[in-house]
T-cell receptor, first 113, second 111 residues
Framework: NAGVMQNPRHLVRRRGQEARLRCSPMKGHSHVYWYRQLPEEGLKFMVYLQKENIIDESGMPKERFSAEFPKEGPSILRIQQVVRGDSAAYFC???????????FGEGSRLTVL | GESVGLHLPTLSVQEGDNSIINCAYSNSASDYFIWYKQESGKGPQFIIDIRSNMDKRQGQRVTVLLNKTVKHLSLQIAATQPGDSAVYFCAENYEGGKLIFGQGTELSVKP
């Protein structure tokens, strides 16, 4: 059973470009979370999604950031018009319904030049 | 506000000694806590969890203690090994199922 799969593992973008980060949850997991981690810091909650629904996006910046988890396919975190401050590691986690444990992917590291 | 914090940012121990990593949380309504280990360049890895109706839980070489009176959580690692070197995060289950993470403690094990 594969774990949470994230791609790309590393992404370089220039200021103003778009970044798309993908996350395939573990098989059977219908809940997906996105976290951002700056160097030497903890993980900051961004958004919590279930299939086709955004449950909690209280950690998402109001502009340029969006997330989706369609009925088919991976969850996508999209950052439009990236700025240098968006450089970070973005982690996806998934869990089954009715369980607490989150399983994390290896992260996508975004570098904005 | 949402806040889970750690008392010590770094901890250095001798191989074979026991390690204790502490964590304070602020939301008295939180009912579930998890410790994660994160090695450099990798994602967080689940270590052990505990629900608020318990005050102690043991795993393999690890024990988590929960003191709800003072809102304090600790992770004890027995016979610490070089492979235990990593950053350790406590996380608090917030309303609606999201986890709020603390800043992290870096554990360094000296051979």
């Amino acid at each position: 059973n594969a774990g949470v799969m994230q791609n790309p593992r590393h992404l370089v973008r220039r200021r103003g470009q778009e970044a798309r980060l993908r996350c395939s949850p573990m098989k059977g997991h219908s809940h997906v979370y996105w976290y951002r981690q700056l160097p030497e810091e903890g993980l900051k909650f961004m958004v919590y999604l279930q299939k086709e629904n955004i449950i909690d996006e209280s950690g998402m910046p109001k502009e340029r950031f969006s997330a989706e988890f369609p009925k088919e396919g991976p969850s996508i975190l999209r950052i439009q018009q990236v700025v240098r401050g968006d450089s970070a590691a973005y982690f996806c986690a998934s869990r089954q319904a009715n369980t607490g444990e989150l399983f994390f992917g290896e992260g996508s590291r975004l570098t904005v030049l | 506000g949402e806040s889970v914090g750690l008392h010590l940012p770094t901890l250095s121990v001798q191989e074979g000694d026991n390690s204790i990593i502490n964590c304070a949380y602020s939301n008295s309504a939180s009912d579930y806590f998890i410790w994660y280990k994160q090695e450099s360049g990798k994602g967080p890895q689940f270590i052990i969890d505990i629900r608020s109706n318990m005050d102690k839980r043991q795993g393999q070489r690890v024990t988590v203690l929960l003191n709800k009176t003072v809102k304090h959580l600790s992770l004890q690692i027995a016979a610490t090994q070089p492979g235990d070197s990593a950053v350790y995060f406590c996380a608090e289950n917030y309303e609606g199922g999201k986890l709020i993470f603390g800043q992290g403690t870096e554990l360094s094990v000296k051979p």
